[in-house]
Each structure stands twice: as C-alpha cells, then as structure tokens.
T-cell receptor, first 111, second 119 residues
C-alpha cells in the first residue's frame, strides 16, 4: 500500500463547478499536511497547508480527518486556470525533512 | 530573490554515460532535497540533506546514484552509468526548516527540474 494515495482522475468539470479531491495516508503518526499544485511540465508549488481544524483560502478549502486518515481539497467556482494536477503531501516522520507526495489528481476545467 | 537553480534543464545522453545534475538552493535554506518524477511512480524523494549532511538516502535507487553537497550553496546528483530507465525529471528543492505541525508557513521550493533522457 502506498503511503499517500490519491485518485488520479482526471476530473473533468465545467467552469463554475465545485470539485472535491480526497487523499488517504497510511501512517497515523503523520503530522503535517499540504496540497501542492503542479502545472503541466512545471515544478510543484505549495497551494496550501492543511490545519487540524480545517482552513480556507479564497475558493479553496482543505480539511483533515485524523481518525480516518484522509485529507480533502474543495475547489468552489472552478476557473479554467485551476486546471492542473493537485498533489497531496504528508510529512510522515514528524520533525524531519521527509515529505511524501501522492501521485496527484488531475483536474481539467472546461469552458 | 533567486529561486532554486538547476542545471542542465534538459539532457539527452547515451546509455552508459555519466550524468551530473547540479543544484543551487535558495540562500539560507538548511534543507536540500533531490526528487525524481516519472509518470509511473510519481514524485519520489531520492535523498535529502540538512546543513550539508545527508540525512536520508533510502530513496536512492541503487549504487549507480550518488549525491553530494560540498557546501551550503551547491549540490550534485550523479548517475554512473546511466540507463534508459533513469529517464525522468529530477527536481532539486530546498526549505528553510524541517516540517512540523505549527510551522504552517514553511514550504519546500522546487527548481524547474532537469529533464533527463537516456537513450
């Protein structure tokens, strides 16, 4: 079983739609969680951190469920520019530098 | 400020040749990471350094791969001899500190990647 698992998609949605991605992680000792965005042929970039209480940044909402060991990302009012691959990222070893990346979920927003 | 700088951006080499990828992290960052990305396996951590010291190299696929960080502003990833299955995008990344809940603003900054093709 992979340490971080995501549905690869692709998710094809129309502009303005709401779309949600889920991610599960296997290590219950994981402490830090993030969503990264990667555009085609580009490097990954931080989209947002995921806090225990859940957090929102504009049209993006991230949730963490420690009991079920999953993380979610909700995108409201999708824009064409949201088309990208979204990577779920977990720091599995606490206070160290090791980030584990999921395979990513591809989103395609269509006009 | 300059971001993470990698070179070369693209390299095509023949099987059996030595490949050296270079990285300059963001000034002042204590951590440096080498990742490899392929369609099949996604983004894999190969090795990371803290204050120029290798901390975890468990992701290095085999002895053909080696990485060094002789000083805080430079790192290399070497493949010798290269094989076609090494074809991938190799990302170098750096961060200011390790990852711990509460350090909400910390992140890892990636270079643009070195696109390696071994034929």
């Amino acid at each position: 079983r992979k340490e971080v698992e995501q549905d690869p998609g692709p998710f094809n949605v129309p502009e303005g739609a709401t779309v949600a991605f889920n991610c599960t992680y296997s290590n219950s000792a994981s402490q830090s969680f993030f969503w990264y965005r990667q555009d085609c042929r580009k490097e990954p970039k931080l989209l947002m951190s995921v806090y225990s209480s859940g957090n929102e940044d504009g049209r993006f909402t991230a949730q963490l469920n420690r009991a079920s060991q999953y993380i979610s990302l909700l995108i409201r009012d999708s824009k064409l520019s949201d088309s990208a691959t979204y990577l779920c990222v977990v720091n599995t070893y606490g206070n160290t530098g090791k980030l584990i990346f999921g395979q990513g979920t591809t989103l395609q927003v269509k006009p | 400020d300059a971001g993470v700088i990698q070179s070369p951006r693209h390299e095509v080499t023949e099987m059996g040749q030595e490949v050296t990828l270079r990285c300059k992290p963001i000034s002042g960052h204590d951590y440096l990471f080498w990742y490899r990305q392929t369609m099949m396996r996604g983004l894999e951590l190969l090795i990371y350094f803290n204050n120029n010291v290798p901390i975890d190299d468990s992701g290095m696929p085999e002895d053909r791969f080696s990485a060094k960080m002789p000083n805080a502003s430079f790192s290399t990833l070497k493949i010798q001899p290269s094989e076609p299955r090494d074809s991938a995008v190799y990302f170098c990344a750096s961060s200011l500190r390790g990852f711990r809940e509460g350090y909400s603003g910390n992140t890892i900054y990636f270079g643009e990647g070195s696109w390696l093709t071994v034929v």
